[in-house]
């Protein structure tokens, strides 16, 4: 079954990325759901704006089910560090 990959935050941005890594290599297959869709279903589902809740993950579930998602594919490690040079620039 899918899993879901996140966004990182400030404080681990990386951390998305190397659980979406560690889950693949243990045969999970994980997928990016556009955080604006899934915005939009649940207000159109139960007329909320707000992005927290108790139902975000039956409404994650359900956008994924209907193929509202892209599968993630795991950069090459020069993609990586091309990626990590690029972040510490822009600091």
Do not use: C
Request: glycine residues 6%.
């Amino acid at each position: 079954s899918p899993v879901l990959k996140g966004e990182g935050s400030r404080e681990a941005p990386d951390l998305p990325d190397n659980i979406a890594n560690w889950l693949i290599e243990r045969g999970s297959d994980v997928v990016l759901v556009n955080p604006m869709t899934t915005k939009r279903y649940k207000e159109n589902r139960d007329n909320s704006p707000s992005k927290r809740g108790p139902k975000d993950a039956i409404i994650i579930s359900d956008v994924i089910s209907r193929g509202y998602y892209t599968t993630f594919r795991p950069s090459d490690e020069i993609f990586r560090r091309f990626q990590v040079l690029v972040k510490n620039r822009e600091h």
